[in-house]
């Protein structure tokens, strides 16, 4: 990661993105290793159950899986079993798990000036392990992680911790995330909320819970944060097209 100086960020845009789903397509690959160690362990969620708790701490996720508590000897040999994996079932996909137009995207906002962060809800070693194996680690000037911030989202601590490493003023600011809690998180926070759907009836879910603009893929959310947007503004949400283009 490179070093941003203050003066440069704070009289640029700043850009902040959650990992899962906005620049990896990690949740299908962990949500098939979350699955097979709950039902080696004896539960059956359904996949509406599994996805439903992806992104958040281990131990919180495997407890409600499993019908554990957060200490309980169960859940922690489900964390143990999934970072003995997390290797081989997700790391391992290397640049495969990196979703269309990132590199490229996130190459544009650099050349155009942006500071570049990510704040996440994974522990600092797996998001800075995933980033380094997706080959995009180098294009962010920070990474705040879970363990590095006093709470986790929907608490706005990281995506703060980020703008205050790189100087940056929230109102100016961007975090770009695929859930409704990153969205609650953004405006929590201070910063505009870009929501990238994931399936039908997501856009609806991302606006309630507070995004400005609501895009189909990162290329359109590049084209967003390139072209810029008045900050208070709320009318392009799931349904409209940004006036840089159609960006829904």
Aim: proline fraction near 5%.
């Amino acid at each position: 990661m490179t070093s941003v100086s203050a003066s440069t960020s704070v009289s640029a845009s700043v850009s902040v993105f959650a990992v899962d789903g906005v620049l990896l397509d990690t949740p299908a690959a962990m949500a098939g290793l979350v699955d097979d160690i709950v039902w080696d362990l004896g539960a059956s969620p359904t996949h509406a159950e599994v996805s439903a708790v992806l992104g958040k701490p281990l131990q919180v996720l495997f407890a409600r899986l499993l019908g554990t508590c957060v200490h309980d000897t169960v859940t922690a040999e489900a964390v143990a079993r999934y970072r003995r994996r997390f290797v081989t079932d997700v790391l391992g996909r290397g640049p495969a798990l990196l979703l269309p137009g990132v590199a490229e995207g996130l190459d544009r906002l650099r050349a155009a000036g942006h500071p570049l962060g990510v704040a996440t809800s994974k522990v600092y070693a797996d998001a800075h392990a995933l980033l380094d194996a997706t080959g995009i680690l180098n294009r962010f000037d920070t990474v705040v992680a879970r363990n590095m911030v006093g709470r986790g989202k929907p608490h706005p601590d990281a995506v703060v911790r980020v703008l205050a490493d790189l100087g940056a003023r929230a109102p100016r600011s961007w975090y770009v995330g695929g859930t409704a809690t990153d969205m609650r998180t953004a405006r929590a926070a201070g910063v505009r909320a870009v929501g990238v759907r994931r399936s039908v009836g997501s856009a609806e879910a991302l606006t309630a819970a507070g995004a400005d603009h609501v895009v189909a893929d990162f290329a359109s959310a590049t084209a967003l944060l390139l072209h810029g947007a008045p900050p208070t503004d709320r009318s392009h949400g799931a349904g409209r097209p940004h006036p840089a283009g159609a960006l829904q």
